[in-house]
């Protein structure tokens, strides 16, 4: 028997079942954690002398987390069998579970995510605790599955068809106050942080009083197992909704959310067991799949990413009391809103009140906006608004343990402000600049300290974006890339740690996939034909779209820093200086590539772009998508090999995981390098072949040549998955 569980005789017949795994942080399901819980459970219903279960985690603030993380490994390349196996596990747990002779409650005081809320929902009811820890979630749709045991089938028959199909294909977590209002847990009480346990206890009690009275609980048990009654118009309605909705978030491209609406279409309609049967049918479409598999890929990158960004192991961060931020345009507000948003006080320090104002206005936007979708409210808004201090000197950055720079992308006006800074700034300050594209090395010789100096670029729109690059200058210490890092974790993002050199990580790669794009309308492809490719390879908008949305200016300035450090290999695409010349700049200017009409902006094709096509005009002819898409990505792929080539970045995965959360790009295909490895580095050089007339930026770099005569791919199978 596993010392997961334990076994406590409550009074009045009622007993109390604990998980608690023994040197471990979080509570999962395991194989033999789940094999034991089957014993437990068969010697359970054999049993005449019990009125009542209840069911607890030992780990405060952790009820269940999901499935054991070694076993999610087996699913990248699971058996027929495995799977199998894997899914009847479950479901006949599970099953048992919901059949035992007495009434089942479960306890929840923490985090209860995937196979945990699975197990709660085979339970007769659910009561929670309500505090800001506890979330329940069925998150499996983000590593290419669906909650396979039960969860599609149980759900809907508990909350309801629309609100179980949000949770389960948009796998956010619901806050107990929240499952309370759903149905989805019977209550969520407040408790005295010295009494939780008790209370929590004395609740479950009530509960399996009222269940069991004249057996309540059976007569709920025959309602949930049996079909949900959904008229044939409103099941087409509501599918045909939410189908809609999924394949226009995901383009088709994520099979997992509409695997888990079939099992729902099918299955809520016929008794719980004939329901599970065809969950069960519809899961095996998923799991083991080559998506699902490189979503689980990019779980343990992820994680793995967490633990070491790629910047010094053995150095142990300063601690970080306040943040200084320079500018309160866009970024600098964005960045001054992410630190209150967790905590941090932050000081933010523009050149007059106005612009301070507006900075402070676009802060409580982004939490008001949280608002009005239910996942902030006016409290939080107002402790973020109390962590903010703004000030027109930078005298005010006096006490800051860090300051980011976050001015215009404009070499001399940031260096000016470095030099400006070093009375104002401690001893120990750490100054970082939220550049794109400037060299760091270059600009640390206008710091106070080049040692205390480093790059910390955030992307735009802060409050969404998950990426900031921690660029590390010639001379930028290893404390001052630690604190960086750790400061950037504290802010709820994932840093990656990258060597100097123009372009990062990030930009380096995309703007040969933008350039490519503009050459392309040159040569007589449309920008719509343009812009379908790269969405149907799985980008969230086209590179016409994007130079738009991003600015024609800035696309310009980032694109000839990219031209002058790589004129071996970049293209000069002319047609962009004369759209900046004329004024045309993108969406913020209302024309640009496209025109931007109405109220909304909405783009549309503008027939006076063509007077500035024509003089930059190629000789035309017929593309076809994957013409278009090998001239889109595989200039951007070869840019990869070459980061990793120069150690820009610690290892591949950093690569994959930099475009991912970047620029969006497809995580189904589980990073740029992970699609390489898909296809083969034989075939990325046979499309390579009938390129390499139009220049250099499709000439193979020697990794590439070399992985395809050793037969080697970027990502060591052995390893993707270690945590």
């Known amino acids: 028997m596993s010392t997961a569980w334990t076994l406590e005789e409550l009074d009045d017949a009622i007993v109390l079942l604990t998980i608690d795994l023994p040197e471990k942080s979080v509570n999962t399901l395991g194989h033999d954690v789940m094999s034991d819980l089957s014993d437990l459970v068969g010697q359970l219903a054999s049993r005449d002398d019990i009125r009542g279960l209840l069911l607890a985690s030992g780990k405060p603030g952790q009820f269940i987390a999901g499935a054991d993380l070694n076993e999610l490994r087996q699913l990248v390349d699971a058996s027929d069998d495995m799977i199998e196996q894997g899914l009847a596990s479950g479901h006949d747990l599970f099953t048992a579970i919901g059949k035992l002779p007495f009434p089942t409650v479960a306890l929840v005081d923490g985090k209860c995510f995937g196979g945990g809320t699975e197990l709660i929902l085979a339970m007769d009811d659910r009561i929670a605790v309500d505090r800001p820890q506890v979330q329940i979630a069925l998150p499996e749709v983000k590593i290419g599955l669906f909650p396979a045991w039960g969860g599609s089938q149980r759900l809907p028959r508990l909350v309801g068809l629309h609100h179980a199909i949000d949770i389960i294909c948009g796998g956010a977590p619901v806050s107990a106050r929240r499952a309370a209002e759903l149905g989805l847990v019977f209550d969520a009480i407040t408790v005295d942080p010295d009494k939780a346990t008790d209370q929590l206890l004395d609740e479950g009690r009530r509960r399996i009083e009222w269940l069991a009275h004249d057996d309540r609980y059976l007569d709920i048990r025959t309602q949930r197992h049996a079909p949900m009654g959904l008229s044939q118009d409103q099941a087409n309605f509501s599918f045909a909704v939410a189908a809609g909705h999924v394949l226009q978030k995901t383009k088709g491209q994520y099979p997992a959310p509409l695997a888990a609406l079939e099992a729902m ?59 200084g931020v320079l500018g309160a345009g866009l970024m600098g507000a964005g960045i001054t809103t992410a630190a209150a948003r967790r905590g941090i006080p932050a000081t933010m ?129 290893d404390l001052t890339l630690a ?241």
């Open 349 to 477: 320090v523009d050149l007059d009140n106005q612009r301070l104002a507006d900075g402070l206005e676009r802060a409580a936007d982004v939490v008001a906006g949280r608002i009005k979708i239910g996942r902030a409210t006016p409290d939080d808004l107002g402790h973020m608004l109390a962590l903010i201090s703004t000030a027109t000197s930078n005298t005010a950055l006096a006490d800051c343990d860090v300051v980011i720079e976050a001015v215009t992308e404009n070499e001399e006006l940031k260096t000016r402000i470095f030099g400006q800074l070093a009375s104002n700034l401690g001893p120990d300050t750490i100054l970082a600049s939220n550049t794109s594209t400037i060299s760091v090395t270059r600009m640390a010789s206008a710091t106070p300290d080049p040692t205390r100096f480093a790059g910390m670029h955030f992307f735009n729109p802060v409050d969404r974006m998950q990426l900031v690059e921690v660029i590390r200058g010639e001379q930028s210490s």
């Open 483 to 723: 604190t960086l890092v750790a400061l950037a974790r504290r802010m709820g993002k994932t840093p990656i740690v990258v060597k100097d050199c123009p372009g990062f990580l990030v930009n380096r790669i995309l703007l040969p996939y933008m350039a490519e794009s503009l050459q392309l309308l040159c040569e007589g492809a449309s920008a719509d034909q343009i812009d379908r490719a790269a969405t149907s390879f799985g980008m969230p908008m086209g590179p016409i779209a994007l130079h738009d949305l991003v600015g024609l200016d800035t696309a310009l300035f980032a694109g000839q820093v990219v031209q002058a450090a790589y004129s071996d290999r970049a293209i000069e695409i002319p047609i962009l200086q004369d759209l900046v010349i004329a004024g045309r700049l993108g969406k913020k200017s209302g024309h640009g590539i496209r025109l931007f009409v109405g109220r909304r902006k909405k783009p549309t094709n503008d027939p006076d772009f063509d007077a500035f096509l024509e003089p930059h005009r190629i000789d035309s002819r017929d593309f076809s998508k994957q013409d278009i898409q090998d001239r889109l990505f595989l200039p951007m792929l070869l840019e990869a090999t070459r980061v990793v080539e120069e150690d820009i970045v610690a290892e591949p995965a950093h690569v994959d995981m930099g475009l991912i959360l970047g620029i969006g790009f497809p995580a189904f295909r589980g990073g740029l390098l992970r699609w390489c490895d898909s296809l083969g580095a034989g075939e990325i050089l046979k499309r390579l072949e009938p390129l390499e007339e139009l220049g250099p930026r499709f000439a193979p770099t020697d990794s590439l040549r070399q992985q395809n005569v050793s037969n080697l791919t970027w990502h060591d199978p052995a390893s993707e998955t270690d945590s």
């Open 265 to 323: 279409r099918q299955g809520l309609n016929q008794p719980l067991d004939q329901g599970l049967e065809i969950e069960r049918q519809c899961a095996k479409q998923v799991v083991g799949s080559d998506i699902s598999g490189n979503m689980i890929r990019l779980f343990f990158m992820q994680n793995r990413l967490g633990q070491d960004a790629g910047g010094p192991r053995d150095t142990t961060p300063r601690d970080v009391g306040r943040i």
